[in-house]
C-alpha cells in the first residue's frame, strides 16, 4: 500500500503504524506528531548554534520508536527531516541501534554528534 512516503500519505502512514493503548487515540496520535517537528528544530538548532540537546533528542526518538514500531518510526523520521540534517539523525540511530553502521552507507555520520553521545 506504500511503496513510496509522499506529503499526501505521511499521515495516513504513520496512523496505520500507530500502536498505543490510550483511550483518546486522536490527541495522542497528534501529540507524538509533533515530535518530528521538535526534533527537526533540535536539529536545526545544533546545526546553527552548535546547541545539541543529546538527551532531549534521544528521548523523542525512542518514544516515537515506541508508538510507532521500529521501521515505521524510522521511515518517517526520514521523510520529516531534511537530507541536510540526515547524517545527525543517521548518528542518533545508530547509537540507538535503530540502524545498523551499514545501512544507509551514503549518509555519514556526524562526528560531533557521535562525540556527545559517546560521552553518555
Known sequence: MYRTIT???WRSY?????ET?????D???NEDLKRFKYIKRLLRRFKQTKELKV???LNHIIVLQNVFGLDAACTLLFYKVEPEFWPMLKSFLVFLNYIRDDEMIK???DQNILNELRKI
Not at 504513520?14 to 500507530?18: F, L
Not at 493503548?21 to 487515540?25: A, E, F, G, R
Open 27 to 29: 490527541k495522542e496520535f
Open 14 to 18: 504513520a496512523y496505520k503504524n500507530y
Open 55 to 57: 538527551r532531549l533528542i
Open 7 to 9: 506529503k499526501e500519505n
Open 21 to 25: 493503548t490510550s483511550l483518546d487515540i
Open 107 to 109: 549518509i555519514k555520520h
